[in-house]
């Protein structure tokens, strides 16, 4: 998908923000924006946001030395969804449509960033009004059969915290070979290794680097493994907009898993923002 | 008052709304986009925010030939306020602090150019809602006592549209000699003369051009009319943020009449992002 014009000063946004994580020495944050600037002044050599993201995100690590700006950012995100943990698999009990609501779960737990109160019974409540929020697009009727035939899948990781809902999905289908995929290092919040085993992953699926550290799956620049496992599982979902907007165009059967968060994406979804989704791309590989 | 580095991005999104009110070519629009963030990557040869905002905003001018973006705009935010103007009318007569209420009704003028919806009642609505918020910052005593003792006012204008909600206030004021100053030339939705017209200012006050263009007021390039009666009006009210901006070092007594619509100015000024403002500047000229 190309970059959206909005992406720019979104991403412009976003790179403020993370160097105020890291520094408060203002004439540091100036140096970034401008370099920042720099960057977006030729966004078009870039061919995905994800890609035009990475660099931005770069430039915050070589100004201030800090390779993991989001790290304390992503430790808070993993704690609270533990914490909330037990009451998700709770509503998953009581609800009869149990595969529709742990994708719906794994779907929501894209919105634990958003989280800026300490209060956990605060975020809770949030969560739980989230859940109760169906799809707007929901294809579930082709990924529950393709699921029913399925031996293997393969999930393509997005935020950290939001590891955490994805492994009470993954609970849910302990009888396929499940591959959870993450980023190759730290990127914005996204979930590494390292937050994919701490949000307890290893229990229940094979957690695996995409070779790729962008926020978002270049599939260029993924490592052989996660390339072949990518090629033949039953069934691939894709987590969040970073990926959606790299796979997008992809001939290869998969399902987008995601929260729309924002104008641009929505409006090529045919959804509001804050909508959820569950979207077949169509192919048919089988 | 400096750039705060939080107006990169938002200038950068200001830009491209201008250009998409004024040309649906995605290949313009980036061009503008793209010259957008080289100038942004020099932001710090600019003194103030709508000084740069200025700038930006000629980049729109030059790839499209469109000098005035905001047109269709600015008529439709005169054309809502003056369908609002008798109820704005009606609020006051209701109003036993009659001088506090048409000053809140000036500040609150500043919404009407967030009113997106098209039904002139539910614009009216919000607007009254608005209303009847009361100052955060309220320096009320300080302009009254002023005011009784004044002959002359200078306001120095901000939105079009807003201006009707200006002629309000100046309505109730009519014993004191009031001058009106606006923009030198469009700029964004800010008020030109043709503007104040178009709003029924010529009844109540002398409308002038400030001589400056920016959307905000740089008093080193304003023309001598406007200076003259700047340094002599007994009493000065400057409406809006961008005027704050560049004014708010300035060692003339003002009083500063705006709603906080930024975090920035917000935290500047201390307050909330929505907070309804009237602030003396604590210098005193008599």
């Known amino acids: 998908m190309e970059i959206f014009l909005d992406c720019l000063p979104c991403l ?25 600037a720099r960057l977006i002044s030729d966004y078009e050599r870039f061919r995905y946001s994800p890609e035009i993201g990475r660099a931005l995100h770069q430039i915050v690590k070589k100004h201030t ?3 993991d700006p989001y790290r304390d950012t992503k430790s808070k995100n993993i704690k609270n969804a ?3 943990y037990p009451s998700l698999k709770h509503f998953l009990f009581k609800k009869a449509e149990r595969l529709y ?36 697009i929901c294809d579930f009727e ?35 070979d499940v591959t959870y995929a993450v980023r190759s290092e730290p990127i914005i919040n ?12 290893e229990q229940c699926a094979k957690i695996i680097s995409t070779g ?27 987590k969040g907009q970073g990926n959606y907007e790299s796979l997008s165009e992809q001939k290869k059967e998969m399902f987008f898993l995601l929260k729309a968060k924002c104008p641009a994406i929505s409006e090529n ?18």
Do not use: H
Request: charged content about 30%; overall charge negative; aromatic content about 6%.
């Open 12 to 36: 412009s946004r976003q790179v403020l923000e993370a160097s105020r994580l890291v520094t408060s020495r203002t004439d540091i944050q100036a140096d970034i924006m401008k370099e920042t």
């Open 65 to 67: 030395g800090v390779l």
């Open 82 to 84: 533990l914490d909330i």
């Open 101 to 136: 609501w742990a994708l719906k779960i794994s779907a929501t737990g894209n919105v634990i960033d958003s989280a800026i109160n300490n209060d956990i019974n605060i975020i809770e409540e949030f969560i739980m009004k989230e859940l109760e929020k169906k799809f707007t």
């Open 142 to 176: 082709r990924l529950e059969d393709k699921i029913k035939r399925a031996r293997s899948l393969l999930i393509i990781a997005d935020n950290a915290g939001e590891t955490v809902f994805d492994r009470v999905l993954i609970e849910d289908l302990l009888y396929l």
């Open 190 to 201: 996204d979930a590494t290794i390292e937050d994919a085993r701490a949000s307890g992953l």
């Open 212 to 238: 790729c550290s962008a926020p978002g799956l270049i599939l260029d620049e993924c490592n052989e493994e996660f390339l072949n496992i990518f090629k033949n599982s039953d069934i691939v979902i894709s």
């Open 269 to 286: 979804l045919g959804v509001k923002v804050n909508d959820y989704v569950l979207k077949w791309n169509g192919f048919n590989n089988v």
